[in-house]
């Protein structure tokens, strides 16, 4: 009995010690055994200077992940703590962070930060592509103050992430930890480079760690209640989704009957031209693992645009019978009957197959939607191919999109990106292609340049979005920065970029050719300031006639623009910015014209009043004489106009499970002494006879939520918004009125209800 007490006893001492509590602290005795990362270097600005600031790194794993911590020494008075929504990672507030390409491939690596608020914020850094924080994992971290110094502590299990598996007890891993000191407005990192640059996943240090496997299987059930008290529409909702991670380089994920009501509202985008607006997916099943289907080319095009599933249904009203139950039944937006998304990871393989299922409706079909992902790394050379499918089950007809891409890290300077893409709709098939180079002849000096060719039969919106068509683009650029000023210049970093850029349709109607210039000063005291100018050529809008065949342009006059921007510093109780621009052209001969000129001025900032409520306003207000806006046919008509925005919003934290959130944006846009127009066939405006009224549009949109945290991604909402938009010809509106006319008469006013748990 005495010995079998002091085995217990062993058995429990020896378990207490192997067992890491997530606290900020780095007490236990296993960080005695982490690997030490000691040396920092300044890269924003990137002056590449060992900091004031010592900084230390330790890492292990263990069968439960990855255990990283940060000991981060400044004095008490500079380490500042405001808290901010989960993702967000603000100018004024202390961070920690590392970034894991857990496959030692080059290809992507995921990005864990922690602020000093214990605010929690992931990210997807790919090859070729921004940092982007769109998906949110299951890890943990914690942080702690200290006399003169503080602690950040992470804990990044196995299967947050799908990993290719590996047979050995070791795993190879590339790893970047870096820093933001708030007070200084300075990102410091162990490999000399930082996320914005396209060095920073080849820049990246290999480390071997302990090799587990982990399964994971996390069940969402939730139930969710929406009433619309301006439609009548009332909802009540249960669904799931499902996550399993097998530990083995393979991961399912899927959700039945899901609600993708936004908890998240868009911000308000007044659009008159030709091209789709793009917003980005804020639901949080498509942003999970999605990162294998995420190909695109800056604005231009992205293959998959999730935001297309759950869209609004075409409806089939064909008689006058129905037609008004018809109209009375359609929605903005089409229930999904289920989504499901496989990912594998073999070798140096990826595959990945996508379904989702739209509901179909009394008088409509919901769309069907399947896409096919496979890439493959030889060497510094990745291969891939890309499949997508949309049928359209109420016009029984399909479009697919065919794409082969090709990257090449030809060194630690080039990188080269190719992709051929073809489609099919409606028995039209169409093709296109990206060719793309990013050179960084040096750490201050870097170089790129792009070729975009999409005919005018190729399409891509089914699934997937495409700024146009009949496109041909040209350009390159080259940026240089300048860091080490001497010690009385108030420059801490500059950077100077030029880039020149030419379009046309593929009929060869060159638009206007671009030449942009831009200056960049960061200083010593925290503030940047920004100043740039535009110069186009004259040439032929190809987009604003909406491709008609008979008037497929009207030409442009040269302009010239320039626009300044300034940030205050951000570690005090106030921030702001401020923004003016100014553009200006020749009149046009054809028509009696003044000239065209274009006024922009943009006010916005922060109030934090405490470390856990921001308020922040921004006004912008847009002045254009002689606006050209499309009519119909070669129809046109020119406007003095003028546009004024208002946004407000809202931030209170009550601990670290209670969330406030007020979003509210306002747009009143006014369009004065109309001239009425008409294209010829040479692309020449002249005056016409025809009538055209001046216009006003209000809109608005206005949400306020609360959230609350049961525990890590298992939350309740409660959320109210308000939208509409009001648009009419009555030209005697004031400012005032057309602000007030749709908060007066609302398109939507929705009361929404929903639990989240994970299990």
Not at 69 to 80: A, K, R
Not at 242 to 253: E, H, L, P, W
Request: aromatic share 16%.
């Amino acid at each position: 009995m005495k010995k079998f007490l002091v085995h217990l006893i062993f058995f429990m001492t020896s378990l207490s010690a192997n067992e890491i509590i997530i606290d900020g602290r780095l007490d236990e005795s296993l960080w005695d055994e982490a690997k030490v990362i000691n040396e920092f270097f300044e890269v924003s600005p990137y002056t590449l200077l060992k900091p004031e600031e010592k900084t230390i790194t330790k890492i292990f794993s263990n069968e439960n992940g990855i255990y990283v911590g940060f000991i981060n020494f400044q004095s008490n008075s500079s380490m500042l703590s405001k808290k901010s929504n989960r993702d967000q990672t603000p100018n004024n507030t202390d961070q920690n962070g590392i970034a894991i390409d857990f496959d030692n491939d080059g290809q992507k690596a995921y990005m864990f930060q922690v602020t000093l608020a214990n605010i929690q914020a992931d990210g997807i850094k790919a090859l070729g592509d921004w940092p982007k924080y769109d998906w949110d994992g299951d890890w943990k971290a914690a942080t702690q103050k200290y006399d003169g110094y503080w602690v950040s502590e992470f804990l990044i299990p196995w299967n947050v992430v799908l990993m290719k598996e590996v047979k050995k007890e070791l795993r190879d891993i590339n790893i970047a930890s870096f820093r933001y000191i708030a007070k200084r407005q300075t990102w410091i990192n162990d490999t000399k480079t930082f996320g914005n640059r396209a060095d920073f996943l080849w820049k990246m240090r290999s480390v071997q760690v302990k090799n587990f496997t982990q399964e994971k299987l996390n069940i969402f059930p939730f139930i969710s209640k929406t009433y619309n008290s301006v439609t009548k529409f009332n909802e009540n909702k249960i669904g799931t989704e499902v996550f399993y991670n097998t530990g083995t380089g393979k991961q399912i994920n899927l959700t039945l009957n899901p609600d993708f009501g936004q908890a998240e509202s868009d911000e308000v985008i007044v659009n008159f031209s030709a091209q789709e607006t793009f917003f980005s997916e804020k639901r949080a099943f498509f942003n999970e693992n999605q990162s294998l289907f995420n190909l695109s080319h800056y604005d231009r095009y992205r293959i998959i645009n999730t935001r297309r599933i759950g869209a609004a249904s075409e409806y089939d009203c064909p008689s006058l019978v129905k037609k008004e139950a018809c109209e009375e039944s359609s929605k903005n937006y089409t229930d999904i009957d289920y989504a499901l998304r496989y990912t594998q990871k073999r070798n140096d393989t990826d595959i990945g197959i996508f379904i989702a299922q739209e509901d179909d409706e009394q008088y409509s079909k919901g769309k069907s939607f399947y896409a096919f992902r496979t890439k493959k790394k030889i060497g510094t050379k990745t291969f891939g191919y890309f499949l997508t499918n949309v049928k359209n089950n109420l016009s029984d007809k399909n479009a697919i999109v065919n794409v082969f891409d090709y990257s090449n890290i030809k060194s630690d300077k080039l990188t080269i990106y190719n992709d051929l893409l073809t489609s099919k709709k409606d028995s039209q098939s169409g093709y296109g292609f990206r060719s793309q180079f990013v050179y960084q002849l040096t750490g201050y000096k870097r170089r790129s340049g792009s070729i975009v060719y999409f005919d005018d039969s190729f399409e891509l919106d089914d699934f997937g979005y495409l700024k146009k068509n009949d496109w041909f683009h040209f350009g390159i650029g080259q940026d240089i920065t300048k860091v080490n000023f001497s010690e009385d210049s108030n420059i801490e970093e500059r950077r100077i970029g030029i880039d020149f850029n030419y379009d046309s349709d593929t009929s060869g109607n060159s638009n206007p050719f671009n030449i942009r210039q831009e200056f960049n000063f960061a200083y010593k005291n925290t503030s940047s300031f920004q100043m740039s100018w535009d110069l186009k050529t004259s040439g032929k809008d190809t987009t604003i006639t909406r491709k008609n065949t008979e008037y497929p342009y009207i030409k442009n006059k040269r302009s010239i623009s320039f626009n300044l921007d300034y940030e205050s510093p951000s570690f005090g109780s106030w921030e702001y910015d401020w923004r003016i621009g100014y553009e200006t052209s020749d009149k046009y001969n054809s028509w009696e014209s003044d000239g065209y000129e274009r006024r922009f001025a943009k006010i916005a900032g922060s109030f934090y009043p405490l470390d856990n409520f921001r308020l922040g306003y921004s006004f912008r207000v847009r002045e254009e004489d002689e606006w050209i806006n499309w009519i119909e046919g070669n129809k046109l008509a020119a406007y003095d106009l003028t546009q004024r925005i208002i946004s407000l919003n809202l931030n209170w934290y009550q601990g670290s499970k209670h969330e406030v959130r007020l979003k509210s944006q306002f747009v009143a846009l006014n369009a004065e002494n109309p001239v009425s127009l008409t294209a010829n066939r040479n692309g020449y405006l002249l005056n016409d006879t025809r009538n055209v009224n001046a216009f006003n549009q209000g809109i608005f949109s206005f949400q306020i939520r609360y959230k609350y945290e049961i525990a890590q991604l298992s939350n309740i909402y409660v959320v109210y918004t308000k939208g509409g938009n009001v648009f009419d010809d009555d030209n005697e509106k004031n400012t005032s009125k057309i602000f007030k006319d749709p908060w007066n008469n609302p398109n939507n006013e929705i009361f929404s209800l929903k639990f989240r748990l994970k299990f």
